[in-house]
């Protein structure tokens, strides 16, 4: 059986549309709707009921839906295994959104590498959709999100929290001076929220990213503040090129890692081992910028976004 019929099925499947499977995919709705056709041909059911709404899988197709994630999870597994360099025994494959892997997923590698020499390992980087759908063929059995998205066969745990902070690109920055050199990054709608609640002033700037911590490489070229996270600006701010702004208040940004259930229960301890290791260093980093906002703020306390959205919910 063709193995695209089958993750072209679970996407389908997963979206509930061909129209957003085929955006997934990176093909046209006319391939998806022949895949899809093709393989309820070869099975000889229907796996969809088609509506203007979109897909639901029929009785046939939640049966098949199990029989697809195996048959993507040997496929996976085979692949993995043939390729698997002289000298190892074990694999796995992790994934990381495009911020998390300098001071997350690159720390993280050490870490296996340390603890089991054995194990060969290949990293992926991409937006959650992407790393979703590798987490459910089996490409990559662990990642790590800002947004997650729980599918069958995944496991999702809460990670750490990373506290966003206002940085500015001169010394001496002002809150109350920022028109015209504030660059609004969109880190989701619950920041969004708290953001318009606590600086509403500067909620239109005139500027958005949607770069993530990408957005420190564009503010720090340019007299420019923006919320970026603590720990992917610390180094930028330790070499004098980027500055806390004081009195900002910080926004409690959480981290998830999700994992596949069927990993190897010796590759998942290792894995896990590893990174509540890194997890226990960077915390200790996060104190330490905690300390350094406290320090410049007038009251020597500092606000956080979140309390409010936290309140609420």
């Known amino acids: ?84 360099p002289q000298g190892y025994t074990e694999s796995i494959s992790i994934g990381a959104q495009y911020s998390l892997w300098p001071r997350l997923g690159f720390r993280w590698i050490d870490e296996m590498r340390a603890v089991m020499p054995e194990l060969s390992i290949r990293g992926e980087v991409g937006m959650p959709d992407r790393l979703t759908r590798q987490l459910i063929e089996g490409s990559i ?27 500015a690109s001169w010394p001496d920055p002002d809150i109350e001076n920022l028109d015209g050199r504030y660059a609004f990054v969109d880190w989701g709608p619950e920041f969004v929220h708290a953001h318009a609640l606590h600086l509403p002033d500067l909620t239109n700037p005139g500027l ?34 980027l500055f806390y702004v004081p009195d900002a208040p910080t926004f409690p940004f959480p981290i998830w890692s999700v994992w596949r259930e069927d990993l190897d229960d010796r590759v998942a301890n290792a894995a896990h081992a590893a990174l509540k290791k ?36």
Not at 14 to 39: C, D, K, P, Y
């Open 1 to 84: 059986m063709d193995i695209a019929l089958v993750k072209t099925f679970l996407e389908v499947a997963a979206t509930g549309s061909f129209v957003h499977a085929s955006e997934r995919l990176f093909v046209t709705q006319s391939a998806v709707s022949l895949r899809i056709r093709r393989l309820e041909e070869l099975l000889g059911h229907d796996l969809f009921k088609r509506s203007k709404a979109g897909a639901t899988l029929t009785s046939a197709g939640q049966e098949f839906e199990g029989y697809a994630l195996s048959l993507l999870k040997l496929w996976e597994e085979s692949r993995q295994q043939i390729a698997l």
């Open 141 to 167: 059995q662990a990642a790590l999100l800002y947004t997650p998205q729980l599918r069958p066969g995944l496991t999702i745990k809460p990670l750490m929290s990373e506290d966003l902070v206002m940085v």
């Open 278 to 313: 890194v997890i226990s260093c960077l915390e200790v980093d996060q104190e330490a910028v905690q300390e350094e906002l406290e320090e410049l703020s007038e009251d020597g306390e500092i606000e956080t976004l979140g309390d409010v959205f936290s309140e609420d919910e």
């Open 208 to 241: 958005t990213l949607a770069l993530g911590a990408l957005g420190a490489d564009f503010i720090r070229n340019r007299e420019f503040a923006a919320y970026l996270p603590s720990r992917y600006v610390k180094t930028y701010v330790d070499e004098g090129q």
